[in-house]
């Protein structure tokens, strides 16, 4: 990451609009080892998001953001210290070299960067994340709910137990274990933003698990939304469509062929690029921009059109 990013970075003159000139498919034939790393992936997601205008909208508050490695949350967690924010990065062990880059990223935009590793599904670590947060890098502002895991399947009678399991404990049970661990902390003003998909809202023949834990991931967002109102402490999610992350080319059930066309079917004929989801967040965690703003489920989705 360059200087010229930190800061914000310049458009040419005439460049094609951003909508038209992040990268499409085919991809590249490829697939990753579970959890996948994003140094791995060929083409590189895009985070660096040169076109963004920082205006220190969350300076001096601080934020965890799990799944920060890579994908959507290193691209918010960029966005987050560009912004003004220390961040604390929650990851798996074997990511470290993907929460290295992050790390780096965020040190060239001036702000600290905290690294925890361990496993979401351990309600115990949940926990000890957000102390951690608070104990090193002295509050907590935003919490963003973020790491999620994903494996297709081709038919229910495929479904494990174990994954259906697993799949809850670290899409769903981590978001309630983390934010019940955050909001004794988090300050009026205090912000939750989850990660949610399209998913969740339209179902997936492929995904039930993972489908499943985003529709109880947007009705927990809003029911949370209604119970810390009067707190003064904010909840939102954002739903993307299909993002060109780790996560898709790591899921055991997509064949490689299919990464190489993943998110053609979208009316932008492409995959998003992490550096066009993430200022959804910063958005959802400013309170100059969304202080009306809670219980929404915001979608991203390349021009699916979901809503009524």
Request: net charge negative.
């Amino acid at each position: 990451m360059t200087n010229e990013f930190a800061s914000g970075g310049s458009a040419h003159h005439g460049e094609a609009p951003q909508s038209q000139s992040e990268p499409r498919p085919p991809f590249p034939e490829q697939k990753l080892d579970q959890p996948g790393l994003e140094s791995a992936l060929d083409p590189r997601p895009r985070y660096q998001a040169p076109r963004y205008r920082a205006a220190g909208k969350l300076e001096g508050k601080v934020a965890l953001v799990t799944g920060g490695d890579s994908g959507i949350g290193r691209a918010v967690a960029v966005l987050f210290a560009r912004e003004g924010a220390d961040v604390a990065i929650v990851y798996l062990p074997v990511e470290q070299p993907d929460a290295d880059e992050t790390s780096r990223a965020v040190d060239i935009a001036g702000r600290r960067c905290l690294q925890l590793p361990g496993d979401l599904a351990d309600a115990a670590f949940c926990r000890e994340a957000v102390e951690r947060t608070v104990r090193d890098l002295g509050k907590l502002d935003v919490l963003v709910s973020n790491a999620a895991r994903q494996n297709r399947t081709g038919s229910l009678e495929e479904l494990g137990e174990e994954e259906w399991r697993r799949t809850f404990r670290v899409n769903v049970d981590a978001y309630f274990h983390l934010a019940k661990a955050a909001v004794p902390h988090l300050p009026p003003g205090g912000v939750i933003i989850a990660s949610s998909s399209q998913a969740g809202i339209l179902g997936n023949a492929s995904l039930p698990d993972y489908a499943a834990t985003k529709g109880a991931i947007d009705a927990f967002t809003k029911s949370l939304a209604q119970m810390l109102v009067a707190r003064g402490i904010r909840v939102n999610a954002v739903a993307p469509g299909p993002v060109w992350t780790p996560l898709n080319p790591a899921d055991a059930g997509l064949p490689p062929e299919q990464v190489a066309r993943f998110g053609e079917k979208t009316p932008l004929g492409r995959p998003a690029q992490p550096e066009e989801i993430a200022p959804a967040y910063v958005f959802l965690a400013s309170d100059a921009d969304s202080s009306f703003v809670t219980g929404i489920v915001l979608e991203e989705t390349g021009g699916v059109t979901i809503g009524a």
